[in-house]
Every structure is written in structure tokens, then in C-alpha cells.
């Protein structure tokens, strides 16, 4: 079974992919819909999203999972396999509509098989050897990804205006609180991350991946409405899109495609870590790492080819489901983190005296074999 | 021993009658004594003047190791053995056995010398400026080499055999308190555990070596000069020289090293960091030039700019093959050319060069069969393909399996290869050390000798990307003085 310790620096990028990836496509043109070309709503999910993950370091920083050890079964096992179905499902979900992105950007004559089928291959592989694997991959693409984001808002020939961005309460609080939550499937991408692991725990990287990923979401949403303004709503992917209009584009020709191999990559990267995630939680339950990954790969792509894309898009975008979403993410870190604050106090409510409450109160700060060296 | 004629033909037998095998009858000190060699395999001056001569000189020779050792010039300590199994493994290795009448044991003396050639300049590492030295097919002299690097008793050579017809001498070289004891007996253990009939050459221990058996890429470095082994030992590397070949294998391997060259480090960092740089944009451009180009023309060609699509169609017009299929051919072509080159004679080879270059290439692109454009991409990506020279094959089959990718899937393909190609990379590890490293994971301390290499006075740690002991290699300049 691979290992799920990686490096606080890797973490930090993964929280980047995730942060961007489908943030930065689809979502700016869904809620410009809802609720126009205004900061509030991407300001609420990043505010929430930034929350989420505070919970879920906290969670790895206390020992995570492995030092649960199996321990409150029955509420461990429903939590799992919860766990498992939310990120299957958003797995199977994204993995669809980049699929279809794919198809309208750059491959009309595919056919939709060909495209699921090659898709999968590269992010299986890395699902299926593990966190480590999607880390040191990350790691390696992120200067490529950052450099490509860089040039194509460096160099963007349009009229930027920010005046385009309306002010912020043009609807009720409320209103946007409603719409934003509705978006759940875009949210609580945090929640994989609960299987980690990390080493060198006291250099800040986690907490600078968090704060510089959703600042940078946040900016681009800006510069994107500024870009675009009311036109958002047509717009589609918006990471690739941005590209379209570059000063270099007469000399190096329609720079779109660095917006596709950055964006490809970073979609590559995060489906793998949503379905790894799948796969850890659901090994959790049926002990075996090969089956569960069999199950959750075999079945999110026969359910893809089955389901038709139309179904796809209408679904993703109802708000019933996003509230769902939002909650049951929500609800699955809250949830790990009562277990492990519980088992944590059970332990330091011991009793014994001496050596014996030395023991448990070590136990109680080493909790997951996180020594204190290594905090 | 009962009778020497008897014991002579007892060993003739377990020759079976070879015709190579030598016996030499002679009077020693009185005494009847038999010398069995093979032919070819001694100094046979040395044998006649250090060993025969001092024998039937001899007035009185009783048969013990004493008494030979003290009657006979030969330096070395005589090695007696109790059996006749032991003595004939000895007269196969090409030693000398000598038999004494009247005594119970054998005696062996180790006189070898084989055809051996002389150390010169590895064709595939020649350098500007640098040593020239190579190895050599011989494990002594390629000991040798090393030894007169690294003049410290912590130096170990740890002498095995392998093959179980061949008795293959292997050696594996570390330096004590610098390599990982771990990685030290892996090593020691896989070579332990060959059974096999026979090692030819080092390659064979490689694939034993290696961490994965089906991996694409080599997981054990190579090397010809004891310059750079001596280097990679010095840094905790642990090293394996196979008699009867000239490449040394090193352990732990990093996809950086196949981008280091001893010339780098004699000279200035800056023009080291840039070679590093093109010598990367080479296999880039091995791998993904030919599959880039096949996917912009025949896929994205809406993404190129104007002029240049204006210049690539003009040449493309009336291409009787389709773009993947044309790509293809010229591939092909240019590999069945590098194979018959590197197979023919040298005098040939010029020839087959102006064959393949004009004759070929021309002929085709005037005869419109391929565009000059591909004939372009696949001499550059040919040039690319030897900045990395250990690993012509493996880039040589990935930039054929991205083509075919490209050609089928276009850019989305080709994206997709990379992203594989790097989620494969990240997947290796050799002896505990990511594969990818300094780079995946980011090994801050270890960047001063990566794409961007710093000078040798700042290196003064050794690398933490792989296993080994003793992170100090030298005291910061400013601590000395």
C-alpha cells in the first residue's frame, strides 16, 4: 500500500490545483448567471473554502486518520464510505465536463469514448500509485503551470476594465448566499486531502499554499470580469480563454493551447487526487486498495460513458444538489475531526497515576506517531 | 595424493581433454612435481624463470607450502588447497597448480596475464577538457584506476563471483562512513542472488540491479571514466565493476545525472548550468518535437501563427503521404539508418552518412514522397536525441510511442504523453531515492548541482536526494580560515 506522507510544500501546490482548476473554467460563467459579474459569490466560496481547509490541516496536524486506527467503527465505516461516494462523485462529474472541454476545445471529429477512455488512463495511474506519485507530479508541472498563467495574463490584449466588476450588494446577502451555496460541487476540496499525511510540518507552506491559491482564484475572477464583464456568461472555460488574446498571439499564433496544457495538466493532477481519495476511503472499509480502486475507476467510467452530457450539465448546476454537496463535505471533516478530538480527550481523561499518566499524556501529543520532532 | 600421473590425468579429464590445457613434467629438489596451466592465460616468461627454474634448481624440496614458497621466486603467498575440485577451479581462473609428489595437498600460484587493451579514451565520453582515462574489459586494472583516486583505507572492495559457468569476478566499491549501509548490502545481496549460467558484461548485473524490471528507464548508472565513478562514490554512490567490460554501474541513479557530464564540473558553473539546459531542450525536443509538429499540422494548424502555416503548407503541398504517415516514415527511415551506421564498418560509415543524408533525404523531398519540414524536425530531434547519450533507446522509443499518440489523439495527446511520462517518472525510485529528484520531491540543498550548478567550493554537503552518510564534504570556504 503506497504511502500517504508527502511534504508540506507539495501540499501546499496540491491545494493550488485544486484551487484553480475548475474554479478558474467553469464556475466564473456559471455564477456570472446567477449573480452577475460581481466578486461577492466567488468571495463566499473562497471564504468557505479557506475555512474547510483550516479544519483539514488541523485534522492532518493532529495525526489524521492513522492514528484514528479503526477506532469508533461505526461511525468510521458510514464516514468512509460517505467520503468515498462524495468524491467519486465529483470525480465522475469533473471528469465529464473536462472530457466535453476537451472535445469542444481541441477535438470536434472524437468521438466522446475515445476521449473518457484516454483521459482516464493517465489519472488512474497516478490514483492508483498514490499521493506521492500525484505530489512529485504536481511539483514538477507547477512552475510550467504558473509560468503559462503568468505570460497569458501578462501579455492579455483586451480592454480590461475593472469597472465591469459591479459593486459588491447588488442583490441581498441572502440571495448570494443562496446562489453561491448552490454551487457546492465546486467547494469542499479540501475533503481528499483528509487521508494525508505531512512531513515537516512547521514551515508555513500549508498555510501560504491556502492564502496565495484563493487569492490568486480571487484575482482572476477579477481580472476576468474585467476582461469579459457581462459577456462571462458565454465564455466557458475561462483558464483557457483568457489566452485567446495575447500580444505575442501574431508571432506564436493562437495561444490557447498553453492555456489547454496548463489547465489539462492541472485537471489531470486533481481528478487523480479526488479519485485517490475515493480509493483510500473505500479501502478503508473493504480492506483491499486494488478492489476499491477497480470499483471506483470501473464505475465512474462506465457511468460517464452511460450518462449523456446534457444530463451531466443540467445536474451539476441544480442548487439542491450543490446545498448537498456543500453539506456532506462539510459534514464528513467536521465529522473526523469530532472523532479524533474525541479520542483525543478519552485518552488524556484516563486515569492511573505516574508512569501510567505520563504515558497517556504523551500518547495524547504524539497522537499518529507525529513525534514532537517532527511538529 | 596417491600418484601424480594419476592425479594429472584426473585433472585432464575434468578438462575433458582440452587441448589448451598445459602439464609440465620436471625434477624438483629430487622430487617428481607436475605444473598445470592453460594456455594463454600466464606469463609464461615469468613462469619459466620465477617457477621452473628455482625448482629444478632446487637441491633438496620437501612438499610443503614452506619449503616450495621459500625454493620458488613468486612474491605472492602460495595458496594450497585440499581437494582436487579447488585446484582445477584454480586452473580455470587461470592460475597455475602445481603438483609435488609425495604430498597431500595442491599448491596454487597466480601468474596470470591475459590480452588485455590498453586504457584509452571511451568513445562515448570524450571531453575537451578533463581526463581521458577510460576502463578497460580488465576488473584489476580498472581497480587499479580507482585506487590511485581515492588513496583512503575507507575505500572497500568487496570481490564476488557470479555466473556459474563463466565465475565472473565482480567487484562493489564504496567508500566506508559515506555510502548507505543499506543501499551497500542490496547491493551485495542482488548480486549475491544471480544464478545464471554465465555474465558477459555488466548490462547483465544491471537488470538485476534495477529496482523494476520492466522499467523504460535505466535505473543504474553507467559510466567508462573513473573520474566520474570516483565522483559519484565520493558523493555515497556505491559502485559495481564486472570483469571483461569496460562500463561501470552505479547506484543510486537520478534521471538528473544522465544530464551531468564530467566537463561540467572542469568548468565554469554558469556555462555548465547552460549545457545542462540544452543538453534537457535536446531530449525535449528528442521526445516531442516530431509529435508537437505532427500535432499542429495535422491537428491544431488553426494555432500556428499565419506566416509560418503559410510556409509549412507550401511545403507540404503535394506530399503524396498524409502528415502522420510521412512523419512515420522518415522516423523509421532515420533509425534504420542510425542501426546500419553503428553496425558497419567505420570506413563505411562516411559513405552512409552522404547515402542517408543526400541520396535519401533529398531524393524524398524532391521526389515529393516527405516534406522538407519533417525531414527538418527529425534531424533536429535526431541532434537532440545524443545530448543524452545513455539514453538514445529509451528516448529514442518514447519519441516513436508520443508520435503515434500525436497522430491518432493531436495535441491532446501529446499533453496527455507528458503528463504521463512525468506521473511514470515520479513513480520510479532507485535505492530510495526518488528518481525525479532534486525536482520531485524539491530538494533545496541539492539544486547547486542540478540544471543550475553552482561551483565545486559552495558544494560542500553531499547530495540529500539519495541515501548516504556523512552529509559534509568539505568546511565552508569561510570556516577555514
Given at each position: ?297 470501473v464505475g465512474s467510467l462506465i457511468s460517464v460513458l452511460v450518462v449523456k452530457e446534457i444530463l451531466i450539465r443540467s445536474f451539476i448546476i441544480t442548487p439542491i444538489f450543490g446545498y448537498v454537496m456543500l453539506g456532506a463535505g462539510s459534514a464528513c471533516i467536521i465529522l473526523a475531526l469530532s472523532l479524533l478530538g474525541l479520542k483525543k480527550h478519552k485518552i488524556s481523561q484516563k486515569g492511573g497515576s505516574g508512569d501510567e499518566r505520563k504515558d497517556n499524556a504523551k500518547d495524547a501529543k504524539d497522537i499518529g506517531g507525529l513525534k514532537k520532532a517532527d511538529l | 595424493m596417491k600418484d601424480i600421473e594419476s592425479e ?110 590498453a586504457v584509452e579514451e571511451p568513445p562515448t565520453s570524450t571531453v575537451f577538457k578533463g581526463p581521458r582515462e577510460g576502463f578497460v574489459e580488465d576488473i584489476k586494472t580498472n581497480l587499479a584506476m580507482v585506487r590511485r583516486r581515492v588513496r583512503s583505507p575507507n575505500l572497500v572492495v568487496y570481490m564476488t563471483k557470479s555466473g556459474k559457468l563463466t565465475g565472473t569476478p565482480i567487484a562493489v566499491i564504496y567508500i566506508e562512513g559515506v555510502a548507505s549501509p543499506h543501499v551497500v548490502s542490496k547491493v551485495k545481496e542482488r548480486i549475491e542472488n544471480i544464478n545464471m549460467d554465465g555474465i558477459i558484461d555488466s ?244 539544486m547547486k548541482d542540478s540544471f543550475l550548478k553552482d561551483g565545486v567550493p559552495t558544494m560542500t554537503k553531499r547530495p540529500y536526494s539519495f541515501p548516504n552518510r556523512n552529509r559534509t564534504r568539505q568546511r565552508h570556504p569561510d570556516q577555514n580560515s
Amino acid at each position: 500500500m503506497p504511502t500517504n506522507e508527502i511534504y508540506n510544500r507539495q501540499f501546499a501546490i496540491l491545494i493550488f490545483f485544486a484551487a484553480m482548476t475548475f474554479k478558474l473554467s467553469n464556475l466564473p460563467t456559471f455564477l456570472s448567471t446567477s449573480v452577475g459579474v460581481n466578486m461577492l459569490a466567488a468571495v463566499m466560496i473562497t471564504v468557505i473554502e479557506i475555512v474547510l481547509y483550516v479544519l483539514v490541516a488541523l485534522f492532518i496536524r493532529s495525526g489524521g486518520f492513522d492514528s484514528l486506527d479503526y477506532a469508533y467503527k461505526p461511525a468510521q465505516y458510514p464516514l468512509m464510505i460517505i467520503i468515498s461516494l462524495f468524491l467519486a462523485l465529483k470525480a465522475t462529474l469533473f471528469f465529464s465536463g473536462a472530457a466535453y472541454n476537451v472535445k469542444g476545445l481541441m477535438f470536434d471529429q472524437a468521438s466522446n469514448e475515445l476521449i473518457f477512455l484516454t483521459l482516464i488512463i493517465p489519472i488512474a495511474f497516478m490514483a492508483v500509485k498514490g499521493i506521492r506519485v500525484i505530489a512529485r507530479t504536481a511539483e514538477i508541472f507547477f512552475p510550467l503551470v504558473v509560468f503559462l498563467m503568468v505570460f497569458s495574463i501578462a501579455f492579455i490584449k483586451g480592454n480590461m476594465n475593472i469597472n465591469y466588476n459591479l459593486p459588491l450588494l447588488t442583490m441581498p446577502i441572502a440571495d448570494y448566499a443562496k446562489f453561491t451555496l448552490g454551487y457546492g460541487l465546486w467547494m469542499v476540496d479540501a475533503l481528499p486531502f483528509l487521508f494525508l499525511s505531512l512531513k515537516n510540518h512547521k514551515l508555513p507552506y500549508t498555510s501560504l499554499g491556502i492564502a496565495f491559491s484563493y487569492f490568486a482564484v480571487l484575482a482572476c475572477i477579477f481580472l476576468g470580469n474585467a476582461l469579459y464583464g457581462n459577456f462571462m456568461v458565454k465564455i466557458g472555460n475561462l483558464f483557457i480563454k483568457v489566452n485567446a488574446f495575447n500580444y505575442f498571439a501574431e508571432e506564436l499564433g493562437n495561444l490557447q493551447w498553453m492555456g489547454i496544457l496548463a489547465w489539462l495538466t492541472m485537471t489531470a493532477i486533481y481528478l487523480s487526487t479526488l479519485y485517490w481519495g475515493s480509493i483510500e476511503a473505500l479501502t478503508r472499509v473493504i480492506k483491499k486498495r486494488n478492489l476499491a480502486a477497480a470499483i471506483i475507476l470501473v464505475g465512474s467510467l462506465i457511468s460517464v460513458l452511460v450518462v449523456k452530457e446534457i444530463l451531466i450539465r443540467s445536474f451539476i448546476i441544480t442548487p439542491i444538489f450543490g446545498y448537498v454537496m456543500l453539506g456532506a463535505g462539510s459534514a464528513c471533516i467536521i465529522l473526523a475531526l469530532s472523532l479524533l478530538g474525541l479520542k483525543k480527550h478519552k485518552i488524556s481523561q484516563k486515569g492511573g497515576s505516574g508512569d501510567e499518566r505520563k504515558d497517556n499524556a504523551k500518547d495524547a501529543k504524539d497522537i499518529g506517531g507525529l513525534k514532537k520532532a517532527d511538529l | 595424493m596417491k600418484d601424480i600421473e594419476s592425479e594429472l590425468r584426473q585433472i585432464e579429464q575434468a578438462f575433458l581433454g582440452s587441448s589448451d590445457i598445459r602439464i609440465r613434467r620436471i625434477n624438483a629438489g629430487h622430487a617428481m612435481a607436475a605444473i598445470v596451466y592453460i594456455d594463454g592465460l600466464i606469463d609464461r616468461e615469468l613462469l619459466e624463470e620465477n617457477v621452473i627454474k628455482p625448482l629444478t634448481h632446487a637441491e633438496k624440496l620437501s612438499p610443503t607450502a614452506e619449503s616450495i614458497q621459500r625454493s620458488i621466486y613468486y612474491c605472492e603467498e602460495l595458496r594450497v588447497k585440499a581437494n582436487r575440485e579447488e585446484i582445477i577451479e584454480l586452473i580455470a581462473e587461470g592460475d597455475i597448480a602445481l603438483l609435488v609428489e609425495g604430498s597431500r595437498e595442491y599448491f596454487g600460484l597466480s601468474i596470470r596475464k591475459y590480452p588485455r587493451r590498453a586504457v584509452e579514451e571511451p568513445p562515448t565520453s570524450t571531453v575537451f577538457k578533463g581526463p581521458r582515462e577510460g576502463f578497460v574489459e580488465d576488473i584489476k586494472t580498472n581497480l587499479a584506476m580507482v585506487r590511485r583516486r581515492v588513496r583512503s583505507p575507507n575505500l572497500v572492495v568487496y570481490m564476488t563471483k557470479s555466473g556459474k559457468l563463466t565465475g565472473t569476478p565482480i567487484a562493489v566499491i564504496y567508500i566506508e562512513g559515506v555510502a548507505s549501509p543499506h543501499v551497500v548490502s542490496k547491493v551485495k545481496e542482488r548480486i549475491e542472488n544471480i544464478n545464471m549460467d554465465g555474465i558477459i558484461d555488466s548490462s547483465y548485473v544491471a537488470r538485476y540491479l534495477e529496482e523494476k524490471k520492466y522499467s523504460l528507464f535505466t535505473e543504474v548508472g553507467v559510466t567508462e571514466k573513473p573520474d566520474i565513478m570516483t565522483a559519484k562514490i565520493l558523493e555515497g554512490r556505491v559502485a559495481v565493476i564486472v570483469d571483461g567490460s569496460p562500463i561501470v554501474l552505479t547506484v543510486p541513479m537520478l534521471l538528473m545525472e544522465e544530464f551531468q557530464d564530467s566537463f561540467d564540473y572542469y568548468n565554469k558553473s554558469w556555462r555548465a548550468s547552460l549545457l545542462r539546459f540544452l543538453r534537457l531542450l535536446g531530449a525535449f525536443f528528442t521526445i516531442f518535437l516530431p509529435a508537437v509538429y505532427l500535432a499542429f499540422t495535422a491537428h491544431a494548424y488553426s494555432m500556428l501563427p499565419l506566416r509560418f502555416l503559410m510556409s509549412v503548407m507550401n511545403a507540404v503541398v503535394g506530399i503524396t503521404f498524409n502528415a502522420p504517415i510521412e512523419m512515420l516514415v522518415v522516423l523509421v527511415l532515420f533509425e534504420v539508418l542510425n542501426q546500419a551506421s553503428l553496425r558497419m564498418p567505420r570506413f563505411l560509415g562516411i559513405s552512409l552518412s552522404i547515402v542517408g543524408a543526400i541520396v535519401l533525404g533529398n531524393t524524398a523531398v524532391q521526389a515529393g514522397l516527405i516534406s522538407s519540414p519533417a525531414v527538418l524536425v527529425t534531424a533536429v530531434s535526431a541532434i537532440g536525441l545524443f545530448c543524452v547519450p545513455d539514453q538514445v533507446s529509451t528516448f529514442s522509443f518514447l519519441r516513436m510511442l508520443v508520435l503515434i499518440v500525436s497522430a491518432v489523439l493531436g495535441l491532446f495527446g501529446v499533453i496527455l504523453a507528458a503528463i504521463m511520462l512525468v506521473a511514470y517518472l515520479s513513480n520510479l525510485n532507485s535505492y530510495g531515492a526518488p528518481y525525479l529528484a532534486p525536482y520531485a520531491p524539491i530538494v533545496l540543498p541539492d539544486m547547486k548541482d542540478s540544471f543550475l550548478k553552482d561551483g565545486v567550493p559552495t558544494m560542500t554537503k553531499r547530495p540529500y536526494s539519495f541515501p548516504n552518510r556523512n552529509r559534509t564534504r568539505q568546511r565552508h570556504p569561510d570556516q577555514n580560515s
